[in-house]
């Protein structure tokens, strides 16, 4: 995989450097770095955003904030991100790289539990990011479909879940047990269709009818 991730940089376009410094300081000031999205999710986020063009972003689980960077960087003027963390233990960190992208103007960022604040946010959103708490995923997603304007996407992260998924006899913890049920209830759902694409740890890609 370092390989593969390795030829990936240096033939994809250089990366904005408050990513470059966020990942390294990720690196040295946090003990869980691998739940950062990176860039290649990062980027992935960054384009869609730009072909989509939505006024109103939500995004579950920012831990550093690379990915929320990553979507303000793809917004057209006058969109905007409401980014939900549950601690705030990575307050200092996440604001300096905002400052250093130059993206905290079309930024709102949220400390708290996102199953009590969403119900509140009085707003309807055209593009929801999901990467947070996985045995929460299909809570997040009946709460999200509430305020998601028809036509617009969820992406939901970590739905291969580094293969347990689709093993043939899955780990029965509730992480994956919470995915498994997420990735069901998407298929399920006659108000939505969607395809996962194998991109890193999976993407769910599910569009509002």
């Known amino acids: 995989m370092a390989e593969i991730e390795r030829y990936l940089e240096s033939n994809s376009s250089s990366l904005?450097?408050?990513?470059?410094?966020?990942?390294?300081?990720?690196?040295?000031?946090?003990?869980?770095?691998?739940m950062l999205?990176?860039?290649v999710v990062g980027s992935f986020l960054k384009t869609f955003c730009e072909l989509m063009k939505p006024?109103?972003?939500?995004?579950l689980g920012t831990f550093t904030g690379y990915s929320a960077i990553s979507i303000a960087l793809g917004l057209s003027e006058g969109g905007h991100l409401d980014a939900l963390e549950m601690?705030?233990?990575h307050r200092n960190l996440i604001e300096e790289g905002f400052r250093r992208a130059g993206v905290e103007s079309k930024i709102s960022l949220i400390f708290g539990d996102a199953k009590e604040i969403i119900p509140k946010m009085g707003k309807k959103y055209d593009l929801i990011y999901i990467?947070?708490?996985?045995?929460?995923?299909?809570?997040?997603?009946?709460?999200c479909m509430d305020i998601l304007r028809p036509g617009g996407y969820i992406i939901a992260d970590?739905?291969?879940?580094?293969?347990?998924?689709?093993?043939?006899?899955?780990?029965?913890?509730k992480q994956t047990a919470g995915i498994l049920e997420f990735n069901r209830i998407v298929k399920e759902d006659p108000r939505v269709e969607n395809y996962i694409?194998?991109?890193?740890?999976?993407?769910?890609?599910?569009?509002?009818l």
Do not use: C, F, M
């Open 16 to 34: 904005h450097p408050a990513l470059l410094w966020l990942e390294e300081q990720t690196n040295l000031r946090t003990s869980h770095a691998r």
């Open 37 to 39: 999205s990176g860039p």
């Open 55 to 59: 006024d109103n972003v939500l995004e």
């Open 87 to 89: 601690r705030d233990i």
């Open 131 to 143: 990467d947070a708490n996985k045995r929460e995923y299909p809570e997040y997603y009946h709460l």
């Open 158 to 173: 970590n739905v291969l879940w580094d293969g347990k998924v689709y093993a043939d006899n899955p780990p029965k913890d």
């Open 197 to 208: 694409l194998p991109l890193r740890d999976g993407l769910n890609i599910i569009k509002k």
